[in-house]
């Protein structure tokens, strides 16, 4: 069994079909990267397995486990950690405060390691430096690494990225 699939997936955004008929399997410990002109779908199929855009038809299923129709934060304490295109720190909290507030501190769903402020920080020691500072006071690439660090901060098995290198230099990258 998969750890992620998609069968028979559409999407719409009002009458707008976006996905037709989308299927895909990822297995544990495989990299997928979905690459594509813009408006090619990318964002909306990580929407939908999310649960932003919930499709109409298809089936969406992590370990087994039916995702269509489930709240995002449900999803998300499931282990699929979601890292958007447009950041959405929270801008008067500090570097220290946005890891904070997503730091895991439920038990139910998957069995990833637990990510803590000094691992993400190993990751992104640039963040370290920062770690008092309001986020909204960051560059744009400074968010970006903070996203991924908030998003880690939740543990989870699947980590979904969408735009993951939006505004980060080519060294960070």
């Given at each position: 069994?998969?750890?992620?699939?998609?069968?028979?997936?559409?999407?719409?955004?009002?009458?707008?079909?976006?996905?037709?008929?989308?299927?895909?399997?990822?297995?544990?410990?495989?990299?997928?990267c979905l690459l594509g002109r813009n408006g090619a779908g990318k964002t909306t199929t990580v929407r939908?397995?999310?649960?932003?855009?919930?499709?109409?038809?298809?089936?969406?299923?992590?370990?087994?486990?039916?995702?269509?129709?489930?709240?995002?934060?449900?999803?998300?304490?499931?282990?699929?950690?979601?890292?958007?295109?447009?950041?959405?720190?929270?801008?008067?909290?500090?570097?220290?405060?946005?890891?904070?507030?997503?730091?895991?501190?439920?038990?139910?769903?998957?069995?990833?390691?637990?990510?803590?402020?000094?691992?993400?920080?190993?990751?992104?020691?640039?963040?370290?430096?920062?770690?008092?500072?309001?986020?909204?006071?960051?560059?744009?690439?400074?968010?970006?690494?903070?996203?991924?660090?908030?998003?880690?901060?939740?543990?989870?098995?699947?980590?979904?990225?969408?735009?993951?290198?939006?505004?980060?230099?080519?060294?960070?990258?």
């Open positions: 069994m998969a750890l992620l699939s998609l069968e028979h997936v559409e999407t719409y955004y009002d009458e707008s079909h976006i996905l037709f008929d989308l299927s895909l399997e990822v297995e544990m410990g495989e990299v997928v939908s397995i999310i649960g932003l855009t919930p499709p109409r038809a298809g089936r969406i299923a992590f370990r087994g486990h039916d995702l269509v129709g489930l709240a995002p934060y449900r999803i998300a304490r499931l282990g699929i950690g979601f890292v958007p295109e447009d950041r959405r720190v929270f801008p008067n909290l500090s570097v220290r405060e946005n890891l904070e507030v997503a730091r895991r501190t439920w038990s139910e769903g998957g069995s990833a390691a637990a990510w803590t402020e000094e691992r993400v920080f190993d990751l992104f020691p640039h963040l370290r430096e920062l770690r008092a500072r309001h986020a909204g006071r960051l560059s744009g690439g400074e968010q970006q690494m903070l996203t991924i660090a908030r998003t880690l901060m939740g543990s989870p098995e699947v980590l979904l990225l969408d735009e993951p290198s939006e505004g980060l230099a080519p060294l960070v990258v």
